[in-house]
């Protein structure tokens, strides 16, 4: 389970590395065009507070107690976005494949 803290983190770096992919990540994450188009339309112009904003209010609001960085970070490897991947599991400290969790 990720700590809100992690999510956070997570959230700002998928904001600032990938915000224009922010539309793929949201549906590979589940979310509708209804959804997409309503926070769109909440900060036209700006791709990183669109991409933010949904995760953080949309996304971790309807997943409640099962948001995880570990889902972001496997979202972002099915769409080739390994650098960011990567980023998330150093600074949110997830042990990396083959690695042993160290608490």
Request: with cysteine; hydrophobic share 30%; proline share 4%.
């Amino acid at each position: 389970m990720s700590s809100e803290e992690d999510l956070r983190k997570a959230f700002n770096i998928i904001s600032d590395k990938q915000s224009g992919r922010w539309e793929d990540i949201a549906r590979k994450l589940g979310a509708e065009s209804n959804v997409l188009s309503t926070t769109k339309s909440k900060h036209p112009n700006d791709l990183r507070r669109q991409c933010f904003c949904y995760l953080s209010d949309v996304w971790f609001e309807e997943q409640a107690s099962k948001a995880s960085v570990e889902k972001l970070s496997n979202v972002l490897g099915e769409l080739g976005l390994n650098l960011t991947k990567e980023l998330i599991e150093k600074e949110c400290s997830l042990p990396l494949p083959g690695q042993q969790p160290h608490f």
